[in-house]
């Protein structure tokens, strides 16, 4: 005959269990605290790795004109009276109380994952760089590098006068600098990316796709009038929240 358990004994079975699953929860709680202790650790460890932007502050709204053109003379036209509100609009949004520097750039926003990349040609070396060694290029108006605080290491930044002739100049990051000229000093030296430039200027190294990856090669080139008119992003950087400035930019966006 089966002997059922009595009263006393079963008090004791679910006392074990309790306690069992009481450790059970302690243990899993001290693993989840270990391993949130060593996301946070890790977390803070990319964060403090300086990725060369200085992004407090500073907001980008993307910029695209329609070009309502049926045929190539007619989209040229369009494109010229697109650019020509563009320039418009960043005197006005330069203006507004609030922002301390604007600027256009196209080539993909830092860390977004957008880039544009191509290869490089260094007609000193007869060398043509591809695949991992390619540059990633971005277009930009003369005070984009002041407006995220890319710093200058050497050479000079661009001015209104890159502008007008932008074939004739180009910046480099200090690691295509190493890449592309063996160490050496690229200052006043030929490059050639989509047309043969001279560098201008070198700047600090940026991290592109985040903290956790190495700088890439970065080229900088003059951003054109007509190319404003395009399709370009505003980048600019406020003297406080910028959520009191967005307000203002999107209405003049919207004129």
């Given at each position: 005959?089966?002997?059922?358990?009595?009263?006393?004994?079963a008090?004791?079975?679910?006392?074990?269990?309790?306690?069992?699953?009481v450790a059970a929860?302690?243990?899993?709680?001290?693993?989840?605290?270990?391993?949130?202790?060593?996301?946070?650790?890790?977390?803070?460890?990319?964060?403090?790795v300086?990725?060369?932007?200085?992004?407090?502050?500073?907001?980008?709204?993307?910029?695209?004109?329609?070009?309502?053109?049926?045929?190539?003379?007619?989209?040229k036209?369009?494109?010229?009276?697109?650019?020509?509100?563009?320039?418009?609009?960043?005197?006005?949004?330069?203006?507004?109380?609030?922002?301390?520097s604007?600027s256009?750039?196209?080539?993909g926003?830092?860390?977004s994952?957008?880039?544009?990349?191509?290869?490089?040609?260094?007609?000193a070396?007869?060398?043509?760089?591809t695949?991992?060694?390619?540059?990633?290029?971005?277009?930009?108006?003369?005070?984009?590098?002041?407006?995220?605080?890319?710093?200058?290491?050497?050479?000079?930044?661009f001015t209104?006068?890159?502008?007008?002739?932008?074939?004739?100049?180009?910046?480099?990051?200090?690691?295509a600098?190493?890449?592309?000229?063996?160490?050496?000093?690229?200052?006043?030296?030929?490059?050639?990316?989509w047309?043969?430039?001279?560098?201008?200027?070198?700047?600090?190294?940026?991290?592109?796709e985040?903290?956790?990856?190495?700088?890439?090669?970065?080229?900088?080139?003059?951003?054109?009038?007509?190319?404003?008119?395009?399709?370009?992003?505003?980048?600019?950087?406020?003297?406080?929240d910028?959520?009191?400035?967005?307000?203002s930019?999107r209405?003049?966006?919207q004129?």
């Amino acid at each position: 005959r089966v002997r059922r358990p009595d009263a006393r004994s079963a008090r004791v079975s679910r006392q074990q269990l309790r306690s069992l699953v009481v450790a059970a929860e302690e243990a899993l709680a001290v693993v989840l605290l270990v391993g949130a202790g060593l996301f946070v650790a890790s977390f803070a460890s990319v964060m403090s790795v300086q990725i060369g932007l200085d992004y407090r502050n500073v907001v980008t709204l993307p910029i695209w004109p329609r070009n309502t053109g049926k045929d190539a003379e007619s989209r040229k036209l369009v494109i010229e009276q697109n650019s020509t509100r563009v320039v418009e609009l960043m005197a006005r949004v330069r203006a507004l109380p609030g922002v301390e520097s604007a600027s256009l750039f196209s080539g993909g926003l830092p860390l977004s994952g957008r880039l544009t990349r191509t290869s490089v040609k260094v007609p000193a070396r007869q060398k043509e760089f591809t695949g991992d060694d390619a540059v990633d290029v971005r277009f930009v108006t003369p005070q984009y590098m002041r407006v995220i605080r890319q710093r200058l290491i050497k050479g000079r930044l661009f001015t209104d006068a890159d502008v007008l002739d932008p074939k004739a100049s180009i910046l480099l990051n200090q690691t295509a600098e190493r890449l592309y000229f063996e160490g050496t000093d690229a200052l006043g030296q030929e490059i050639d990316i989509w047309d043969k430039r001279r560098v201008v200027g070198v700047v600090a190294d940026m991290r592109l796709e985040g903290p956790e990856k190495d700088a890439r090669p970065q080229a900088f080139i003059p951003m054109t009038r007509s190319m404003s008119g395009q399709g370009v992003d505003l980048v600019l950087r406020t003297a406080s929240d910028p959520r009191f400035v967005i307000p203002s930019v999107r209405d003049h966006l919207q004129q």
